[in-house]
């Protein structure tokens, strides 16, 4: 699988552990993670990997999982998703990553000992000639893997091995559960200083319900892949993937309790002063501002108004921020 990437290159897609066609792209500098949300903690170790991979004449790799391990051992308690595949892959190849190979974190490879997830991922698929970890990682069945072992196992197989310290910022450590916290709290400055950038949605449009044409302001209803969306409300934002700059817009992320008793979570996005067939485009929707949590209304009237108020209080957020 190849992924189109800035300046024309392509990011390479392996999967699986057995070397076959694989090891012909040829031994790679590689760190190791799920680099949910791609933040600057990741950012951090990315930058780190692709000096390193460059020094050595090696190609700069991610080695992450899917799904998340969190997500086989307890799908029901594991924390939302930052980002679905696609869309770390996307983040992944514009910070300098040449290659990334998804393994499928299954009953058997979580059963993996720590010296055959070593000899068959890291030695064997990947040829890794250089590895980067955090400080704290731990690998193979039942976590027994540690740094002190991978130390070991580095000089058995012949790479070299580096750990990452944790990235702060003030007092808080950058983490993904970090940014998942301050998007459930609303706090989108706080998670876009997490992540380097504003939080955004990437998906498909697709057919909707045409409520909202109906009410006087039509959207564009975004495929979600996320098993839960980290936050959920009105929000000014911005979408890229319409032209060459990102259009203004309002959208609304969850439930629509005033229409449906118990629906699923849905990403609808208004633009302002368009009105052009956006079916199957894909869209990537940047959190700018909450403007509020959804509500229920006793009519649709009722609702009709305050979309309006939605739209005037996003235009004069966005106005402003050009402003700043």
């Known amino acids: 699988m190849l992924l189109s990437r ?3 290159r392509k990011l390479v897609v392996t999967r699986g552990l057995a ?3 694989a090891a012909a792209l040829g031994p790679v500098a590689v760190t190791i993670g ?6 600057k903690g990741h950012q951090a170790m990315l930058a780190r990997l692709e000096a390193a991979a460059r020094a050595r004449g090696l190609t700069a790799a991610v080695l992450t999982f899917e799904p998340h391990p969190r997500e086989f051992f307890a799908p029901q308690s594991a924390p939302t998703r930052l980002t679905n ?3 770390k892959l996307e983040l992944l190849a514009a910070h300098g990553v040449e290659r990334v190979h998804v393994q499928r974190f299954s009953a058997a490879f979580a059963a993996l000992p720590p010296e055959a997830f070593v000899a ?3 030695a064997g698929a990947l040829r890794a000639r250089w590895v980067l970890v955090g400080d704290d990682f731990r690998f193979g069945a039942k976590r027994a893997g540690d740094f002190a072992f991978l130390s070991e196992a580095a000089a058995r197989h012949g790479f070299e091995l580096d750990a990452m310290p944790t990235v702060t910022i003030g007092a808080e450590r950058v983490s993904s559960s970090a940014v998942r916290d301050a998007l459930a709290r609303g706090e989108l400055d706080r998670a876009q200083a997490l992540l ?3 939080y955004s949605i990437s998906g498909r449009v697709v057919h909707g319900e045409k409520l909202g044409r109906a009410l006087g302001f039509a959207t564009a209803n975004v495929q979600l892949k996320h098993n839960r969306p980290p936050l959920g409300g009105i929000f000014a934002v911005r979408v890229h993937g319409i032209g060459t700059a990102p259009r203004d817009g309002v959208a609304s992320l969850g439930v629509r309790p005033t229409v449906h008793a118990a629906g699923k979570p849905v990403l609808e996005v208004h633009l302002f002063d368009f009105a052009d067939n956006l079916y199957g485009a894909h869209l990537r929707v940047e959190f700018i501002a909450k403007l ?4 229920r209304y006793s009519d649709l009237d009722a609702l009709k108004a305050q979309i309006a108020r939605d739209c005037a209080q996003a235009r004069d957020v966005l106005k ?3 402003n700043v």
């Open 6 to 8: 800035g300046l024309g």
């Open 19 to 21: 070397p076959g066609g």
């Open 34 to 39: 799920n680099f949910d949300g791609v933040h």
């Open 85 to 87: 595949l696609r869309e």
């Open 120 to 122: 068959r991922s890291l």
């Open 196 to 198: 380097g950038r504003p």
């Open 292 to 295: 509020r949590d959804e509500a």
């Open 320 to 322: 402003a921020l050009e």
